[in-house]
């Protein structure tokens, strides 16, 4: 079964940063895409950032140059190193994976971890 559990949220002030990791079990770090989703209240969600074996890295154009996406394959855990926070990054983060290591092209995600809650504060 893949199962994905994310961590690292919390509330920090704007500038600030925080980083979010993803452990992945079940998944084959040989052949993956794992990805960051973000979804604040009323609005839709958002993909932040995707890595993969297959398409490299890929970010969302509202954290270009200020989030940064890396694994550790041999901990199975990908991480979201989030600078230069802002009050509109505020959203419950989640990590996603796929059954065919298409998720950073797709953005279509089969499996879902738990989300984790960033706030950002003015």
């Known amino acids: 079964d893949v199962q994905l559990q994310a961590s690292g949220g919390g509330l920090v002030q704007a500038g600030g940063l925080l980083r979010l990791s993803c452990k992945a079990s079940g998944v084959t770090f040989d052949h993956y895409a794992i990805g960051w989703f973000r979804q604040a209240p009323g609005k839709e969600r958002e993909g932040v950032a995707c890595?993969?074996?297959?398409?490299?890295?890929k970010y969302g154009e509202s954290v270009k140059d200020r989030f940064t996406i890396s694994s550790d394959n041999a901990k199975k855990t990908v991480y979201l190193q989030m600078n230069s926070l802002k009050p509109e990054d505020t959203a419950v983060y989640y990590c996603?994976?796929?059954?065919?290591?298409?998720?950073?092209?797709?953005?279509?995600?089969?499996?879902w971890g738990k989300g984790t809650q960033v706030t950002v504060s003015s």
């Open positions: 890595i993969s074996s297959v398409d490299g890295i």
């Open positions: 996603a994976t796929d059954k065919y290591a298409m998720l950073c092209a797709t953005m279509q995600a089969d499996y």
